[in-house]
């Protein structure tokens, strides 16, 4: 089967308002896995394209991705990266990713408290508990 990696490309190449129009007209290529088993967000995030939160409002299920080798969610590599404002708001679309871990079994929290970012891990843990008591959720 033949993949179209084009989104994947444009990102790399740091071709911002080209992978915008190209995943607005074609939100499928936002799901597609590359060779390394990476979706085109994975790379938006590593390259801090202006446009993540774009891709990730376009194709919410991006959220939900998981990279096969670490474990981490879009919002552990924002973290791990310090784009502590991009991990807030990608939380924000959906907090139930929060409680995704990696192979290491951190959540995003958990990461952002060994990473000694404070003030995003309180944030991330308000979201999360927002969210769990306006849907009777169990913390």
């Known amino acids: 089967m033949s993949k179209n990696l084009a989104l994947h490309h444009l990102i790399l190449l740091s071709q911002h308002e080209d992978s915008l129009l190209l995943a607005e ?22 390259h801090n394209s202006p446009f993540v939160l774009n891709f990730a409002k376009i194709e919410p299920n991006s959220l939900m991705f998981v990279h096969q080798e670490d474990g981490y ?7 791990s990266l310090y784009l502590e404002e991009l991990a807030i708001n990608l939380a924000e679309l959906n907090p139930l990713v929060l409680g995704l871990r ?11 408290k060994k990473k000694s970012l404070t003030k995003t891990s309180e944030k991330l843990e308000e979201l999360l508990l927002s969210f769990c008591k306006k849907n009777n959720l169990k913390v």
């Open 102 to 112: 990696d192979i290491t079994d951190n959540t995003p929290i958990d990461l952002a």
């Open 73 to 79: 969610t879009i919002i552990h590599m924002a973290i």
């Open 25 to 46: 007209k074609n939100p499928k290529l936002l799901l597609e896995k590359d060779h390394y088993g990476n979706i085109p967000i994975y790379y938006a995030v590593a």
